[in-house]
């Protein structure tokens, strides 16, 4: 549970992060499945379904950059997304009907785990009203090396930023020298040990550098919501929309607050994850400043 403080924090600045929500038991099966999952990357020439593989990734020595839609591909992910602990802070912060909107576990191997592109969960997935938030399960220690993931305190206050590219499709990358009035030096780290949990609000700015460390960066990412927001890219399959309810009841009518929204479209150009889709902009600010530190 979340002290009273903690959720007024979370309210005012947009992230939390709760220390140790996980037993012992529950973080070695949930290492152990993901190492087995990774293992199965072996082979493989390209992204899929279930594997986003970095550039640097060969089929006889597998790099894997995400799992895409765990509790889709693994039923051991959807029975973990109702982990009692993390419900009870999920009830605290988003009230007593959530529902689950997505998954993935995004690796940050050492030396080389990707960076990815500061941006707003809402660009990609508004809904009806904003109380939707992304858990960050750490399932390694993070810290500012290892590239934990960076916030910009408050930001969840401010406007949706433009996350399109140059040719005008939707990229999921924004463009921080055209935010006027974003700071990206108030940013915070959200680090903690492995077990901790990181909860962000869907319109808060965050991103994460490069893993520059020798140590890896594992981190599970379930997105909720509260059961009246209805996600503004439409419902697909309705049966399925209900089956991922993890707590309450689903009612047939959303609530609607004003909201800043843009739609992500016309869709990206390159499709199949963030990483992805962020490569459609050449402007790419973590990549830029990894260059210029390089060349320095
Ligand atoms: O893995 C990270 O540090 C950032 C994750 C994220 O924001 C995303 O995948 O949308």
């Known amino acids: 549970m979340l002290s009273i403080s903690d959720v007024e924090f979370y309210r005012e600045n947009g992230y939390v992060v709760a220390p140790n929500v996980l037993d012992g038991a529950t973080l070695s099966k949930i290492r152990q499945t993901v190492a087995e999952i990774c293992d199965g990357a072996r082979g493989r020439t390209t992204h899929d379904s279930v594997y986003d593989l970095e550039p640097s990734h ?8 995400r799992i895409k839609v765990p509790h889709a591909n693994f039923p051991y992910f959807r029975e973990l997304a109702e982990y009692g602990p993390m419900v009870e802070i999920l009830r605290q912060l988003l009230g007593p009907d959530i529902r689950l909107h997505g998954s993935k576990i995004n690796m940050k191997a050492p030396g080389y785990g990707s960076p990815v592109e500061w941006h707003q969960d809402w660009a990609f997935y ?9 858990v960050g ?24 930023w433009s996350h399109h590219d140059e040719t005008g499709h939707f990229c999921g990358a ?15 780290p959200l680090v903690g040990r492995a077990g901790s949990m990181t909860f962000h609000h869907v319109r808060a700015v965050h991103g994460s550098a490069q893993n520059f460390s020798d140590r890896p960066r594992t981190l599970l990412l379930y997105e909720f919501a509260a059961a009246d927001a209805y996600p503004l890219n439409g419902v697909g399959d309705f049966a399925e929309f209900q089956a991922r309810m993890v707590a309450g009841t689903s009612p047939i009518e959303p609530r609607m607050v004003p909201a800043p929204v843009r739609m992500p479209l016309p869709p990206p150009r390159f499709k199949g994850s963030i990483y992805e889709s962020q490569t459609a902009t050449a402007r790419r600010w973590f990549e830029m400043r990894q260059e210029s530190a390089g060349a320095g």
């Open 126 to 134: 508004p809904h009806t009203n904003d109380d939707v938030l992304a």
């Open 137 to 160: 399960v750490l399932l390694d220690d993070a810290d500012r090396d290892n590239g934990a993931m960076l916030v910009v305190p408050s930001s969840h206050r401010g406007p949706t």
């Open 58 to 65: 060969r089929p006889d020595a597998p790099r894997v950059r």
């Open 174 to 188: 924004m463009q921080p020298a055209e935010c006027p009035g974003l700071d990206l030096s108030t940013a915070v």
